[in-house]
């Protein structure tokens, strides 16, 4: 089993930025990639960010030159800076991760808690 466990969200004015991170623990054998997510009420839950285990990244059009998602070097924790925030970014984020496990030939995916943001006008 994995566990993602996520911080940083909160209320911020539009223009202001949040730090979202998610650390990743248990039988970890590789990340191949890990992400976020979000969903806002009435929505479904859409793609925000991504990076790949060789470092490779992509983001949804709408986050695109605002948000950036990076690594920490353990490789165990995944920052989303999230710059010049808007409020149709408010949401629930959610990290996502799919993962080798140790005796498990596959992959999993496997997703957080999710932590609430809100951007006020």
């Known amino acids: 089993q994995v566990q993602l466990v996520e911080s940083g969200g909160g209320l911020v004015q539009a223009g202001g930025s949040l730090r979202l991170s998610c650390a990743a623990s248990g039988n970890i054998f590789r990340i191949w990639a890990m992400g976020w997510y979000r969903q806002a009420p009435g929505k479904q839950r859409e793609f925000v960010a991504r990076i790949t285990s060789d470092g490779s990244t992509n983001y949804a059009d709408s986050v695109k030159g605002r948000f950036t998602i990076s690594e920490d070097n353990a490789k165990t924790t995944r920052y989303l800076q999230m710059n010049s925030l808007k409020p149709e970014d408010t949401a629930v984020y959610y990290c996502?991760?799919?993962?080798?496990?140790?005796?498990?030939?596959?992959?999993?995916?496997?997703w957080g808690q999710g932590t609430q943001v809100t951007v006020s006008s």
């Open positions: 996502n991760a799919d993962v080798a496990e140790y005796g498990d030939s596959g992959s999993n995916d496997y």
